[in-house]
């Protein structure tokens, strides 16, 4: 016996046919015997819907009634599973943000966790009645409903799993893990049988959109093991929760110290969400650097890589910045004015770009790393504009037609393809 | 300076732009100084999805859960519309049920309202917020959402009225007020200014569908006064509330003692939801009538007129009674098995009649009523096949072919027409 969190959300409860799967995923496992919570998302399009119409009501809506229409979708979908449990035979109840009560912020619509009192939930797990809990809101200490953005349900299933202590939270969705790469580039993609929080969380904001990078943190934080599965499956092919073994599917985000056989790297990521500009003939002074980034940071722009060259007659150098595509307009207006200030020549901008990155807990132990990825890719002849790194991941920024090439070459080269 | 409860039904609340309508309805009130509370209902179609999805999710389900689901649509109404009225200028903040707390007992689907805690609302409206609160919906005591069955949203807004002791509760819907009869029959027919609650509460039940029976009930027990108004009128075009005077629209639901002006005959109703059943030649004995309606009611067959013919040779004699027609099928199979026991030669039904009622609380002191109806349906050899009356209601049955003549007739003889 062991409790345990089930998370669904949108498109794995998208109609009353859908709500049946994922009640008979649920009954598989209170059938092995476990307690279990299971935390639902809206019916897929619904949320659209309603926030859909409180734009209509007013482009400039108060964020306390905006919660109240919109946290309205997930609580259709809790009362219409428990009703489904029934049916089945498996007792269960809803419960709302305010009914458990999981207390937040005053930070409507994006409000983070307070505290979650787990006397009411666990009372009713330990009768063994399933507990449908409403995701992505809460109640703050005004006892307004709150929710915490899109996504958002997610954060909601590891916080239950960290307030009840649940030995496990299992995130369902239209994927069956985390894979080493985006099967749609890399043929010879495998699923990881398990990977690192860290881990996880650079390949969440990479681009591999699996999991809510907030609830991955809170997971790390709370120590959570948290495992990906797949919501399409034929609930009565999966094995139960903790019997899945390593032919299983699914993949377990858990602490770096559970991963026993460690590979070096875990996945290669790719995003084509960048642009980069780059500033000619910069006057190289001290102070320059926070003339060109303290404006991009007031208007509230990303920049992710920079790249200063070493000035070659020691009185100009050229920079290289990179900034979110959508922020690409607006960084250009925010410089062209700098122009006189910075005593730059031209200013250059591209967006047939892309970043890859090599994502793995082992480069911390391992050294030649970087080395071995700058050498793949130079005997491709695919050329290097940017690099940046952190403790777990290279990233590097090429042009975008070199993509595929690139991630391929990179995935085989680091031992990720599939025997 | 007063305290209004405004009550909106699902039509007058289908969409934006119908919602912002309802906001400047509510705008014209703030405006005159008035201190308002807005009940909503779902918007129209939202409710009977909601219901949809429940039975498709299981035919037979838990109340508790159907609540938790179908009271989601006036959670939404209720945001939306506290959103546009700030857009307006005007503060306003939505209140479920549970944020009140309008407590209730624990039937499900149809719940009795215990108490309202006044003093959050009460406080709200003296700093002139606008109070949105979703209808149909309470608490109880374990907690759980619970709903006041269809049409509740009238009843939520007298509850609330009385709980903050309103000066009046303004229904807003469809129909400007309430009529002496059917328009769509009688052109003739005129507005009333003002009807007694045990007139509303005849005219309710007998087909005017202005008002739910329950919420006239519940104002006619508090003293809440009532008024009847349409929510598809210019918004700005009408007067604010008490400034309507004589000419003014609307009608108001009143203690009689507030009808100064008393007409004898209020209304002439009539109802084709009727089926007559006829038992031939019952033996006439005592106890032959429990025999006959206690079956009837076992099965919830609701008997409404009875008609027993003197037995002319003491020994036999004709029963004839109506039921709902949606029942008189399931009446009939009740009756039939019980031939032998009962004695009766021939068991005779029809549907193709209707019920017409005169109603008036000038009935009490005024003889004469039933005998000028029944002349004047002579005179148009309209033939009464049974009759039942109340203190304030005279109700007959005739031939369903005559219903336009007879209504028609009535109006007139009972000085009804427009001048």
């Not at 498109?11 to 008979?24: C, G």
Request: glycine share 8%; net charge negative; hydrophobic share 40%.
């Amino acid at each position: 016996m062991a409790r345990l969190v089930m998370k669904f959300g949108g498109t794995s409860v998208a109609d009353i046919d859908r709500i049946r799967v994922v009640a008979r995923h649920v009954k598989r496992e209170v059938d092995a015997g476990h307690q279990v919570a299971v935390v639902v998302s809206a019916m897929a399009g619904t949320t659209n819907q309603l926030v859909e119409w409180t734009r209509e009501a007013s482009p400039l809506h108060d964020a306390r009634e905006y919660d109240t229409v919109v946290s309205s979708g997930e609580q259709v979908t809790s009362g219409l599973l428990a009703i489904v449990l029934q049916s089945m035979g498996v007792s269960a109840r809803s419960w709302q943000g305010w009914q458990i009560p999981l207390r937040t912020d005053e930070t409507h619509g994006s409000a983070r966790i307070g505290g979650i009192e787990n006397s009411l939930l666990v009372s009713r797990l330990e009768e063994n009645q399933v507990a449908v809990v409403a995701g992505f809101q809460g109640i703050s200490d005004s006892g307004r409903i709150t929710t915490f953005g899109r996504g958002g349900s997610d954060t909601s299933a590891v916080a239950i799993a960290a307030a009840i202590n649940a030995d496990r939270c299992d995130i369902y969705t239209d994927v069956d893990g985390v894979y080493t790469s985006d099967p749609r580039i890399v043929s010879a993609a495998t699923r990881l049988e398990r990977v690192s929080y860290e881990e996880m969380l650079e390949l969440a904001s990479l681009g591999a959109k699996v999991l809510q990078t907030r609830s991955v943190e809170m997971a790390m934080k709370y120590g959570v093991r948290m495992m990906v599965r797949s919501s399409f499956e034929d609930p009565e092919s999966l094995a139960p929760a903790f019997e899945e073994g390593n032919g299983g599917v699914g993949t377990l985000v858990c602490d770096e110290d559970e991963i026993v056989e460690k590979h070096v790297v875990s996945g290669i990521t790719y995003s084509r969400d960048e642009a980069k500009i780059t500033l000619l003939e910069v006057q190289d002074q001290p102070g320059v650097s926070a003339q060109i980034f303290g404006p991009l940071a007031d208007a509230n722009i990303n920049v992710d890589m920079i790249v200063q060259n070493v000035s070659a007659n020691g009185k100009q150098t050229d920079i290289t910045f990179t900034v979110p595509v959508t922020d690409f307009e607006r960084a250009r207006d925010v410089i062209t004015p700098l122009k006189n200030k910075l005593g730059y020549s031209d200013l250059l901008g591209a967006t047939d770009i892309v970043k890859v990155s090599v994502i793995g807990v082992g480069m911390r132990s391992h050294a030649g790393v970087a080395a071995q990825m700058f050498k793949a890719l130079a005997d491709k002849n695919i050329n290097i504009q940017a690099i940046s790194t952190s403790e777990i991941k290279i990233s590097v920024l090429i042009e975008a037609v070199y993509t595929e090439l690139a991630v391929r070459t990179l995935h085989s080269v680091y031992g990720l393809d599939m025997n």
